[in-house]
């Protein structure tokens, strides 16, 4: 699917010392053929079993174009939600209900005492203290890109994304750990959260792929299933990812036949659930 390579890329488009955002741009124009993006999030749906799409999300500082504005004012997971299930758009900061304008800084907090709230109301955190410095750790992965964030489902990003959100069960975000890993042997990751801090914030301040698990307001406005976590991948691994599926066994490469036989075997020790 992706033979075109410039001369001397050593085999792959994706290279660490080609500044990410460049890359991103990059591999945003190799893919911009409708059919190609297409083909491209079917391939990791299919591979993956994923629940809804892919999500593309951009911080920008203006509202791309072809784009329409959300207008509904909602907390940051509902419209991530909003996009895996088919939706494009882009929201300023004055529409998101919650903390993820400061933490994604396109804005300020619309909850005033945000460190009571967490308290007393949202009964997170057991003292002002811990919430404040959950707060500070947060504000601190603010990135600084402009007042917008962007959606897509990612078949139909018309806008170069920061990053791709998956949401899944831990099997299948470790199959995109791994993935990823399987050209470079890094596991690069970083964990934060709530959603929007770790999964968006962190992945475009640190160009890692962040990991959140969804704090309880999360699931429960966004509607996420109990089994389901939240991985931010940079759009500049995407291409890295999609290459390494049919190599990997976290794709769909099979092991060798002797060590499939040998898990056959092994796993007889373990018991099942009712033992």
Do not use: W
């Not at 080609?18 to 741009?25: I, S």
């Not at 391939?43 to 892919?54: A, E």
């Not at 999500?55 to 909602?74: D, N, Q, T």
């Not at 419209?79 to 494009?88: H, P, S």
């Amino acid at each position: 699917m992706f033979e075109d390579r410039e001369a001397g890329r050593a085999g792959s488009l994706v290279q660490e010392r080609v500044p990410e955002r460049t890359l991103a741009v990059e591999i945003f124009h190799q893919l911009n053929d409708t059919e190609q993006k297409a083909r491209c999030s079917l391939k990791l749906q299919k591979t993956l079993q994923l629940d809804g799409s892919p999500v593309a999300v951009a911080i920008v500082a203006e509202p791309p174009e072809g784009l329409k504005s959300l207008r509904r004012k909602l907390i940051a997971c509902m419209m991530i939600q909003a996009a895996r299930r088919g939706i494009d758009f882009y929201s300023s900061g004055e529409s998101i209900l919650c903390g993820a304008r400061a933490h994604l800084g396109i804005g300020e907090s619309p909850i005033r005492n945000l460190d009571d709230f967490l308290v007393r109301r949202e009964k997170l955190f057991g003292s002002k203290e811990a919430a404040g410095k959950f707060i500070e750790s947060a504000l601190k992965r603010a990135p600084e890109k402009g007042k917008y964030l962007a959606f897509s489902p990612l078949e139909r990003a018309c806008f170069v994304p920061d990053l791709v959100l998956f949401v899944g069960t831990p099997l299948q975000i470790s199959r995109l750990i791994f993935l990823n890993a399987f050209k470079t042997g890094e596991v690069d990751l970083v964990h934060g959260e709530p959603l929007c801090s770790g999964a968006i914030a962190l992945p475009v301040t640190t160009g890692k792929i962040g990991i959140s698990f969804m704090d309880m307001a999360c699931r429960q406005f966004g509607k996420f299933m109990p089994e389901e976590m939240v991985i931010g991948v940079p759009y500049a691994k995407i291409l890295r990812i999609i290459e390494s599926i049919d190599q990997s066994v976290a794709g769909t490469a099979r092991p060798d036949i002797i060590l499939r036989l040998a898990g056959i075997m092994l796993r007889k020790s373990v018991p099942d659930r009712s033992g």
